[in-house]
């Protein structure tokens, strides 16, 4: 068997802390035996694919209240790391004000894995399909480590890959509002079609661009996620403070920063000759993993593709 | 894969409501859900199949909402109202089981109680879905005979009589 505890063959043991320290010190305590689990979707498809071992015991976070639902409050909206993906998904106030995660919760997996599987389980995977949403919205995550309560930038975070401190718990995914308000004027166009518009003014809008490819239509690995936020002044068709993120399969998701100073520092950035440019600079810039499904080259490529396709809907949109 | 044989630990007792009834039972509470309502209490409308979160075949309602049985963890069940294909209908036959064999929504029928638990958490969450909303809702059930065109035109005829009711 290989996907038992060594020496092992019994199920875990089951911990439930009722609160947020207890868990950390159980873990604290049983050390490399003992394992997090929030929905346990994605834990319960690595031990039955051997890509990771039953582990002795379990320390299950549904409990902590802390960690519970999500709160939109005036500047960010506060995600408890056991929050089901489904809450977030069904929200409207989230779909409106958080298109980018709306979008891309709606993309990860099925309804009935959503109603156990967590946003914080997609995030400490590092490769789930919410964190190019997450990085575009430059999120912060909240840990309990040994010197308390720590925030850190997603970014960061993910681009410190194997650093991890042994132990620690995630509490909170933190996301801060836009310009936007919740309520504000201007007209959101259906969540299914992207991009997702906001027209602030005759003068500027606001672009927030989730897409996911995969080898279907839904319920698929991807292949490639491209999110996208930015600022668009589209009378002097000009963009500003252009955010993009991308990942896919076992990519850790990461933020394509010359591209992004391409789109800013562009005379014409939606135009056929930045189109191009902006081509090369993604398949540069952006270092997928390939697999048997798909090489890194086809990943590549696909992100590529998705984000000139993407401004090349912007710029009929305002041709 | 781990068999319920290979469960040689300490068990623990579990409570909550299933069908209706209100149960007690001691097991591991890490077991599946999957196993415990086939294996331990002989509910084989719940089917076994990818056991991975894919298939759907497995589906239950979890206060309400649909689960894959095979993701679910006993403790996971603790408190909670656990509705199988065995509990939604009594001892007759619910109006969507009815549209499914009047549209020709199944043919192998393996599936079929996976598909017809996801629509009634469906229909209960929303009486007037639209196509995509029902594509959506049906995205982790699959069915590999039927094209699922009649499926479709199951959930629209249970959508049209619960309507005229």
Same mark, same amino acid.
């Given at each position: ?32 035996? &003992? ?20 582990? *002795? %015991? ?38 409106? *004000? ?11 997996? &099925? ?54 401190? *042994? ?22 166009n259906d969540i299914r ?11 500027? &809008? ?59 520092? %562009?005379a014409d950035p939606l135009g056929e000759d930045? &189109? *191009? ?43 | ?165």
């Amino acid at each position: 068997m290989p996907n038992t505890h060594p020496g092992m063959s019994v199920m875990p043991t089951v911990w439930r802390p009722q609160e947020i320290g207890e868990a950390y010190r159980m873990k604290q305590s049983l050390g490399e035996t &003992a394992v997090y689990a929030a929905g346990g979707t994605l834990l319960r498809t690595q031990w039955e694919a051997g890509t990771a071992v039953l582990p *002795a %015991h379990l320390i299950d976070l549904s409990a902590v209240p802390m960690l519970a639902g999500y709160a939109l409050e005036p500047s960010e909206l506060v995600i408890g790391a056991c929050c089901p993906l489904a809450a977030l998904r069904k929200d409207p106030l989230v779909q409106t *004000a958080f298109p980018l995660l709306a979008e891309a919760v709606r993309n990860i997996a &099925a309804p009935s894995i959503r109603n156990l599987a967590t946003l914080g389980g997609n995030v400490v995977s590092r490769i789930g399909d919410s964190l190019p949403a997450l990085l575009a919205d430059e999120a912060e995550l909240i840990w309990l480590g040994k010197n308390g309560m720590q925030a850190e930038p997603l970014e960061d975070w993910l681009a410190a890959s194997g650093s991890e401190q *042994a132990g620690r718990v995630l509490v909170q995914i933190r996301v801060q509002h836009g310009t936007e308000s919740v309520n504000g004027a201007g007209t959101m166009n259906d969540i299914r079609s992207a991009p997702l518009l906001k027209v602030d003014s005759d003068r500027s &809008a606001s672009v927030r661009i989730y897409h996911k490819v995969g080898r279907r239509e839904a319920f698929t690995p991807s292949v490639g996620s491209l999110a996208i936020s930015a600022g668009m002044e589209h009378a002097a068709g000009k963009l500003k403070e252009v955010r993009i993120a991308a990942g896919g399969g076992q990519t850790i998701p990461k933020r394509l920063e010359r591209t992004e100073r391409l789109l800013e520092r %562009h005379a014409d950035p939606l135009g056929e000759d930045c &189109a *191009a440019e902006v081509h090369r600079s993604a398949m540069d810039e952006f270092e997928p993993v390939g697999d048997l499904f798909a090489s890194r080259g086809y990943r590549k490529m696909t992100v590529a593709n998705l984000l000139v396709a993407e401004l090349w809907r912007l710029r009929e949109r305002f041709a | 894969m781990i068999e319920p044989s290979e469960n040689t630990g300490a068990k623990q007792t579990l409570q909550c409501t299933l069908n209706g009834s209100p149960v007690e039972m001691d097991v591991q509470l890490s077991k599946r859900l999957l196993h415990i309502l086939r294996d331990d209490l002989g509910l084989t409308g719940t089917k076994r199949s990818c056991e991975i979160g894919r298939c759907g075949a497995c589906m239950v309602l979890v206060d309400g909402k649909p689960v894959n049985s095979c993701l679910t963890m006993a403790y996971q069940c603790e408190g909670k109202s656990i509705t199988t294909i065995e509990g939604i209908s009594g001892d007759g036959i619910d109006p969507i089981q009815q549209a499914f064999l009047a549209e020709g929504g199944y043919q192998c029928g393996y599936c079929t109680p996976g598909m017809v638990i996801s629509v009634i958490a469906l229909l209960h969450e929303n009486a007037s879905p639209s196509e995509d909303e029902i594509s959506e809702a049906l995205s982790g059930n699959l069915c590999r005979c039927t094209g699922y065109g009649g499926i479709i035109r199951a959930v629209k005829s249970a959508i049209a009589t619960r309507k005229m009711e």
